[in-house]
């Protein structure tokens, strides 16, 4: 069984522009979560989509947004980019429906630096 | 405030020998605990889950204990071995709070496995 796969791994832009990141999860996984890694902050969670709609947010600016398409793909983008997005961010898919042991399994992750 | 804390930033440890990661956790509704293993650059790897109802589970080399009353888990690997070198994450989950796919890491502990 194939993994989570992300796209591009590694991105280079500049401040104020925008960037769009992809995440296919493990086929039958119905839930994707994205998460941010950065040395200060660690591991922190952006939100969770399940079913195409948004089940859960953690606490980021608006200019992070994210949507899941009809076959559980995701995407996540980041508007106006600053300095401090540049991070690793890391896509976990799980089935969704296992109630409170659902597993999260990641992707590789994309590599996002901002100049 | 850090809901889930691994207070030791680095263990050096023998092959052969055991080691413990250890891990607090301060929020009560989490219900769902995961040992992940990371390279950098990479995403985390899955290794092992407890359920809050359970108090050990064991897989191979790697076994996790949950004290409740305490906050604490722990991942015990015997023996240790130098592919096990990396950084260790502890998360927790809290769908009883609402919380799906929202996973609360700690900041990893880096362990190295000397031949």
């Known amino acids: 069984k194939a993994g989570v796969t992300q796209t591009p791994r590694y991105l280079i832009k500049t401040r104020g522009q925008q960037v769009t990141l992809s995440c296919s999860p493990i086929?039958?996984?119905?839930?994707v979560s994205w998460y941010q890694q950065t040395p200060g902050q660690g591991l922190q969670f952006l939100f969770e989509?399940?079913?195409?709609?948004?089940?859960n947010k953690g606490n980021f600016p608006g200019r992070f947004s994210g949507r899941q398409f009809s076959n559980s793909r995701s995407e996540m983008n980041v508007s106006t980019l600053e300095l401090g997005d540049s991070a690793l961010y890391l896509c976990?898919?799980?089935?969704?429906?296992?109630?409170?042991?659902?597993?999260?399994?990641f992707g590789p992750g994309t590599r996002l630096t901002v100049l | 405030d850090q809901q889930v804390k691994q207070n030791s930033p680095s263990l050096s440890v023998q092959e052969g020998r055991i080691s413990i990661l250890n891990c607090d956790y301060t929020?009560?509704?989490?219900?769902?605990f995961l040992w992940y293993k990371k390279y950098p650059a990479e995403g985390p790897t899955f290794l092992i889950s407890i359920s809050s109802i359970k108090d050990k589970n064991e897989d191979g080399r790697f076994t996790v204990f949950l004290n409740k009353s305490a906050k604490h888990l722990s991942l015990h690997i015997v023996p240790s071995q130098p592919g096990d070198s990396a950084v260790y994450f502890c998360?927790?989950?809290?769908?009883?709070?609402?919380?799906?796919?929202?996973?609360?890491f700690g900041k990893g502990t880096k362990l190295s496995v000397k031949p």
């Open positions: 998360a927790a989950s809290s769908w009883r709070g609402g919380s799906q796919g929202n996973l609360i």
């Open positions: 929020n009560s509704m989490f219900d769902y």
């Open positions: 086929s039958g996984h119905r839930s």
């Open positions: 989509y399940f079913s195409e709609t948004q089940r």
């Open positions: 976990a898919s799980s089935l969704g429906t296992s109630g409170y042991t659902d597993t999260q399994y």
